[in-house]
């Protein structure tokens, strides 16, 4: 007897496959659902959703199960893209996988998978739901060094008691294995890197395409200026790579790091050295706060944060600023602390919620 429907957003890779082979397995009545979200120059030059859906069809055939495409282009360039290049635009650096997550494969996906029938939802994150004195809880995966929560923090509690994540307690080689053993088309196919369903393409030619080039001066905190920059919205906190001044006569020959930006100048502040302290924040503001469970925690406590998705935990404390806004203090400088992307609060595995940093 079937345990109930759940509809599998399947990517054609192979995460969300062995996703949706794992719950048919497990007795449930199982749909595929491959989503387009992006039409515009989606042709074979970059991994294109042609060949993505060619490929989910194939597992679904594999598996035995059914399943339909459904195109969420409309929504994802009104909810999503609109907002990344805004952002963009204003000198910071958004993370378009958590919008993404939040208003596309928990939001949209969500409401048509209900309206198949679908009691709950699954995809190929890597992350764990809990059920807690009726609160859902979102739980890092027990491989650390593939754990998406960080992405998936926007998340409500709506959203989560909705929401399947089968590969939370299983290592990403085994997830490859397990492909394998059922003779999945995709199972030695790498993971995809690029811009949630936009894929992966040279980064700056294609903001290039929506975002005029505005060009003006590197300059060092003091004012010196050591080149030109060919428009800030191109540039991120941290960023070492094809910025085009070496380590300088004078300089130490260390390489330079973006480290903030004037946009009223139209000036990117370079800095010379990994450790230089315009790179090191003890503190930072974030806004449009969102925590899980519907309320702030305590904040008497101590907590972890991530600046950003691949590094470890950082101990610290919260301050409620506002109605949606929170102050995090570090017990360590963070390094490249960047305006528009997401800070994310954790109590050892769970996680809390999280905001747009500020400044």
Request: aromatic share 8%; hydrophobic share 35%; charged share 25%.
């Amino acid at each position: 007897m079937s345990k109930g429907c759940v509809v599998v957003g399947m990517s054609g890779g192979v995460d969300s496959s062995v996703t949706a082979l794992l719950l048919k397995q497990q007795g449930y009545e199982v749909i595929g659902l491959f989503m387009k979200n992006w039409e515009d120059d989606d042709d074979s030059e970059y991994c294109s959703s042609r060949q993505d859906l060619i490929d989910a069809v194939a597992v679904a055939d594999t598996i035995g199960i059914p399943i339909e495409a459904v195109n969420f282009a409309k929504e994802y360039k009104d909810r999503v893209f609109s907002y990344f290049l805004r952002e963009y635009e204003a000198g910071r650096t958004p993370n378009p996988d958590i919008l993404c997550n939040s208003e596309i494969k928990f939001k949209a996906f969500l409401d048509h998978a209900i309206r198949l029938g679908a009691e709950k939802i699954a995809t190929g994150h890597y992350a764990k739901v809990r059920e807690q004195d009726g609160l859902f809880q979102l739980l890092k995966a027990d491989d650390n060094s593939k754990d998406q929560s960080y992405f998936l923090h926007r998340l409500n509690q709506h959203q989560l008691s909705k929401s399947m994540f089968p590969l939370g307690d299983i290592p990403k080689a085994k997830v490859r294995e397990i492909a394998r053993q059922h003779n999945l088309s995709n199972a030695a196919k790498k993971d995809s890197t690029g811009i949630c369903f936009i894929g992966e393409r040279p980064f700056r030619e294609f903001l290039n395409r929506y975002l005029p080039t505005k060009p003006g001066d590197m300059v060092t905190p003091e004012g010196k200026i050591m080149g030109q920059h060919m428009g800030l919205s191109f540039y991120t906190n941290g960023q070492r790579q094809g910025l085009g001044i070496g380590g300088g006569k004078e300089g130490s020959g260390e390489p330079w790091f973006v480290a903030g930006k004037d946009m009223e100048r139209n000036r990117l502040i370079v800095v010379q050295g990994h450790d230089h302290p315009a790179l090191l924040k003890p503190e930072l503001n974030a806004l449009e706060m969102h925590w899980i469970s519907g309320t702030a925690p305590d904040t008497a406590r101590a907590y972890a944060a991530k600046t950003r998705y691949r590094q470890q935990d950082a101990g610290c404390r919260i301050a409620l600023t506002g109605a949606d806004s929170v102050r995090f203090s570090f017990d360590e400088a963070q390094w490249a602390v960047t305006p528009g992307q997401s800070v994310v609060a954790y109590d050892g595995a769970v996680c809390l919620g999280g905001g747009i940093i500020e400044k």
